[in-house]
């Protein structure tokens, strides 16, 4: 006989099985008070974490085009996408709103490009970055993963190509519901817990650095009111009932939050080294 489903509300708009709520309960809390926050107490250790940093920015924006591409139709010729038309709704909102939001200068701009701006303003170093990117865009449109990855091996630490490829994987090969999960517990819904922390302390410490400022409370804004709940309801529709769904969605979701605590161990090292030399 099939066992009962085990369901626990995680938050006020998901749920997950019994079995992964608690490990994503504890990621989750370990984030938002993360030692890495106080650390960023001057320009330069602003500009450490956001050249680490900038990476999941760019990441977040294949794990956003991934579903889109799972759930509406990217293709030429278009033909119809026969998921919920309320899903492709949601996923097209979200994607309006980080490829199309308004900068600092009421400019119509991406958040990967509002985030190099803002590294450009304090003096963080856009090489690694731009660098990955311009190789990325020389493989072609139709290049294997194998390839991307092959670059990123290159370019990135160890918690940033961890971090990096895993959600690359995802993004490539993962069902919607993975894929999904990923975006609601390790992006939308821990960003505005913990951008606000770190927004918090460079007021504290009254840095000259209103590019990032704006960056990170503009995403506080968006997900914390808009953004969340519209990647919570994309999982709940995608999930369903179905309880292997949610069992993968948790496994998922854990490691995505897992992989984050990791890539932000590395830059409070790193800061960190800088004052014991």
């Known amino acids: 006989m099939q066992r009962e489903m085990g369901f626990v509300e995680l938050d006020h708009h998901c749920r997950l099985l019994d079995i992964g709520e608690s490990e994503v309960l504890a990621l989750t809390q370990g984030l938002q008070v993360h030692p890495l926050y106080p650390a960023v107490q001057d320009i330069e250790s602003l500009r450490i974490f956001m050249q680490s940093h900038v990476y999941a920015v760019w990441d977040f924006m294949s794990l956003l085009k991934a579903l889109q591409a799972r759930l509406t139709c990217l293709t030429i010729p278009w033909t119809p996408n026969f998921a919920s038309k309320k899903l492709a709704r949601l996923i097209n909102e979200i994607v309006m709103g980080e490829e199309s939001d308004l900068g600092m200068d009421g400019e119509p701009t991406d958040h990967f490009s509002m985030y190099l701006e803002a590294m450009g303003e304090v003096g963080a170093c856009t090489g690694s970055i731009l660098k990955t990117m311009e190789q990325i865009q020389a493989l072609g449109p139709k290049c294997e993963l194998s390839a ?108 995505s939050l897992r992989l984050r605590s990791e890539l932000w161990d590395e830059v409070y090292f790193t800061i960190m080294g800088r004052h014991q030399v």
């Open 148 to 255: 991307i990855l092959e670059v990123c091996k290159s370019n990135l630490t160890r918690a940033q190509y961890n971090f990096v490829s895993y959600h690359l994987n995802l993004a490539f090969h993962g069902q919607a519901h993975e894929i999904a999960a990923s975006f609601f517990y390790g992006r939308e819904k821990i960003i505005p817990l913990m951008f606000t922390s770190i927004v918090q302390v460079l007021r504290r410490h009254q840095m000259d650095c209103p590019r990032m400022i704006y960056y990170l409370e503009r995403h506080i804004e968006l997900d914390g009111d808009e953004h969340s709940l519209m990647a919570g309801d994309c999982l709940n529709l995608l999930c369903g009932q179905d309880e292997q769904k949610w069992l993968a969605s948790s496994r998922v979701a854990s490691q």
